[in-house]
């Protein structure tokens, strides 16, 4: 039944696959323990449904035992703890330079954003659902901001997602390894139109990213009157 | 007979009244009758959130909005969270021990019983006001169960509905401290002579440790509620940054309560597993010492983890709260471990109690296995937020919670009426629950991690649609099944078999008294040379079986 649970998306992005091989030895072990101990308790059951009235021998307990499955569940939580550690570091990683750096404001109920050092600036709404564009194959930094109360950046195929909390500013990288559309949203509930909280990632060539940033940037320029 | 003195306080008047009517419910100070009375408000406050939930399901069942707006919608699933977790979950237990926690410790009431009785009516009030708030304008809360600050101050959530929530649920805070401080009392102070501590039953064990888990967790939601209360009406800052307040001071606060809460709810539930089991296995709980340090093992660990609800805020030491929260995966398998080593070459008869009790340990695994992948930071950050935290907190709410719950309703129904409930219905009761729960809940992980959020009224995304139908048909699934409980309750109450006073052949005191028991809880009591007084005292005079051999002629004060 557990292996079923297995169908986490692939990730899309250099942190996310770290996760997504967490998440399989992590569901590896977890099946072992599951088809062990419901198989004990399943067995038990069968084997031992009574019979007759006579008592059945009256034990209390068997120290080594005890010992044993205390000593073994805090081996496998160890060994997780190690590998946790080891993909936490590579998902957390934010020891080079970034290629993109783009701050996403967080508001009731949309995003909003905004290419550091460019001018480009995507705002969405409610209605209209706004497109975070980024360049595959590059380090792009996420500023996160919140405008008003607790949101969540979340684009489900990352396999990462952050609290976007006023009066905290949230660094983290994002690189995507394939380019494509892909579905993200808040997942802090919000207040009234939460669900309509959508955005999406159009992750695309350099040559394409660099385009679609000029064209950008002139519609943000001439948007502004005064600059 | 072998009987000793009993260890009797001063009885209240109410105690020589014969039981019974509605006058006499108002005003008992009686611990059973207080116990009763917590059973079937929590039990109501249930079905009422149980409604809400199907009210969910409905909605969900396809994308877009059907039944309802966004607002009702997030009013809904707010209440639903609210009435089952501040008040249902931890007083329903709360009533099972009021009940039985006196007489499996041989006392003929609790140790403060007026107090006792103010903690039940401060619930109640508390409920109420709570409830009230579907009345005012503007309606209930909708700001989810947690209420993360700033979204539930004044600027950004309107209404007097909020403050009726905050105020109901600061009452029901305090009849929880109240109610605490009693029944640890009690535990300590009211033990007849032999129960010592190492001999009390499991049960009482679990709601000793869950009771001082309320008195340490409880303080923390009144302060949060208050601070809350104070920003949303007097102007307090808090939790506003433009003023040196801190929204992540609400989530410490509020988790600092919010984990420890789930074991509030979850170690008397325990501790009905540890008597249930044992009795249809007819042999002593296997590691009874073990058992005991676990609950105290898991009550330790669960203040040093709230964090790990906070681990996608990017504000927390990941590395502790992560380690913290893995190793209560320890104490936690050395429970299951030992009731394993219970039924292991055992005597195993399937009574509806003893079913609800496996199921209660199938679920329970993969509630606490799904627990250890959130336990780890990065999958956290994955599947936080979604459905599949949804469903690992219903494998162990629902799951947990409420196996437990009907193992200890289809367990001590016979003591408390007389009569037993049919084991009939219990199977289709147990049947239909289990395969409703499973369909309701085990689909919601994989559209989890396909990335459905929690809290969504409404969803753009088609692939998800079938994982939601099935959802929707388990939990009217499962709602068929509580139907076919209140039925079994119904004829029951009526018409049931009778039971006597051991219709089990159980182990601890409450078996020993009659079914219902007198108001002074015992005519007579036997000596206590064990963890299981009444299966030595039925076993009396066979030196193989019980360990001291209890003569009625000997001196009762032996001890
Ligand atoms: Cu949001
Ligand atoms: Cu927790």
């Known amino acids: ?227 | 007979m072998a009987t000793t003195e009993l260890p009797l306080p001063a009885l209240p008047e109410a105690h020589h009244e014969e039981p019974g009517g509605i006058v006499d419910y108002l005003t008992t100070v009686d611990h059973k009758k207080i116990g009763i009375l917590y059973i079937f408000t929590a039990f109501a406050v249930f079905l009422a959130g149980g409604v809400l939930a199907l009210v969910v399901r409905w909605e969900l069942a396809s994308p877009g909005l059907q039944a309802m707006g966004e607002n009702t919608y997030n009013q809904v699933f707010t209440m639903h969270g609210t009435l089952m977790i501040f008040l249902f979950a931890a007083q329903v237990t709360t009533g099972l021990g009021n009940y039985l926690v006196p007489l499996q410790i041989g006392a003929a009431d609790v140790a403060f019983p007026r107090a006792n009785a103010m903690s039940y009516w401060l619930y109640l009030f508390g409920v109420l006001i709570v409830v009230s708030s579907f009345f005012v304008a503007g309606g209930p809360a909708a700001v989810a169960w947690t209420a993360y600050a700033p979204l539930s101050t004044r600027e950004y959530f309107q209404g007097t509905g909020m403050d009726l929530w905050i105020i109901g649920l600061a009452v029901v805070g305090v009849a929880g401290i109240l109610g605490a401080v009693n029944l640890v009392t009690t535990i300590f102070r009211m033990r007849m002579p032999g129960m010592t501590m190492f001999r009390m039953p499991l049960f009482t064990w679990g709601v000793l440790v869950n009771q001082l888990l309320i008195l340490f967790a409880f303080p923390a939601l009144t302060v949060v509620f208050a601070l809350l209360f104070l920003e949303r009406n007097f102007g307090a800052q808090f939790f506003d940054p433009t003023y040196g307040g801190s929204p992540i001071l609400f989530q410490h606060i509020f988790w600092f309560f919010g984990h420890p809460e789930v074991y509030i709810i979850i170690l008397p539930i325990f501790g009905i597993i540890n008597e249930v089991i044992p009795v249809f296995s007819r042999k002593p709980l296997f590691g009874y010492r073990a058992m005991v340090f676990a609950f105290f093992g898991i009550a330790a660990l669960s203040f040093g983890v709230w964090a790990h609800h906070m681990f996608a805020t990017g504000l927390v030491y990941l590395p502790y709260f992560s380690i913290m929260s893995l190793l209560i995966a320890v104490p936690t398998g050395i429970k299951v471990f030992n009731w394993i080593g219970t039924m292991w070459r055992g005597s195993i008869t399937l009574s509806t109690a003893m079913l609800m009790s496996l199921g209660f340990i199938v679920v329970f695994l993969i509630g606490g296995i799904t627990g250890i992948f959130l336990a780890s930071p990065p999958i956290d950050f994955a599947v936080n937020d979604t459905y599949y935290v949804v469903a690992h907190f219903h494998y162990i709410m629902v799951g947990g919670l409420l196996y437990g719950m009907f193992a200890g309703f289809y367990f001590w129904f016979p003591k408390f009426t007389g009569r037993l409930l049919s084991e009939r219905l219990g199977r289709w009761h147990f049947a239909t629950f289990f395969i409703g729960f499973n369909l309701t809940f085990f689909f919601q992980f994989l559209v989890g991690l396909d990335g459905m959020p929690r809290r969504i009224a409404d969803y753009e995304i088609e692939r998800w649609t079938s994982a939601n139908v099935l959802s929707t048909v388990g939990a009217f699934l499962t709602g068929v099944s509580v139907l076919i409980f209140i039925w079994n309750f119904w004829v029951s109450i009526r018409r049931g078999k009778r039971a006597g006073d051991d219709p089990w052949e159980g182990n601890s005191l409450e078996w020993v008294t009659s079914s219902p028991p007198p108001s002074h809880n015992f005519h007579h009591l036997p000596e206590v040379h064990s963890e299981r007084p009444a299966f030595d005292y039925r076993h009396r005079g066979d030196p193989e079986l019980a360990p001291v051999k209890t003569d009625p002629e000997r001196d009762p004060d032996r001890g």
């Open chain 1, 1 to 227: 039944m557990l292996v079923a649970a297995g169908c986490t998306p692939q990730s899309v992005t250099e942190e996310g696959r770290a996760v997504y091989g967490l998440y399989n030895l992590f569901l590896y072990i977890a099946a072992v323990v599951f088809v062990v101990v419901s198989g004990l308790v399943i067995w038990s059951v069968i084997r031992y449904r009574r019979r007759d009235d006579e008592l059945p021998k009256q034990t209390h307990g068997n120290n080594r035992l005890e010992l044993t499955w205390t000593l073994i569940p805090t081996v496998i939580v160890l060994v997780l703890f190690v590998f946790t550690m080891q993909a936490q570091n590579k998902v957390l990683d934010q020891s080079g330079d970034a290629d993109v750096n783009i701050t996403a404001t967080a508001f009731q109920w949309s995003w909003r954003f905004a290419y550091e050092g460019t001018g480009a600036e995507v705002v969405g709404s409610p209605e209209s659902i706004p497109e975070m564009v980024v360049p595959v194959g590059q380090t792009i930094r996420v500023k996160l901001l919140s405008a008003d109360v607790v949101h969540s950046f979340y684009v489900p195929q990352t396999l990462f997602k952050r609290q976007a909390i006023p009066g905290t500013e949230n660094l983290f990288d994002l690189t995507f390894e394939k380019t494509g559309l892909f579905h993200g949203q808040c997942t802090q509930f919000c207040g009234l139109q939460h669900p309509d909280m959508v955005f999406r990632v159009r992750v695309v060539s350099q040559g394409e990213y660099q385009s679609w940033l000029a064209a950008e940037t002139r519609r943000g320029a001439a948007g502004q009157p005064g600059t």
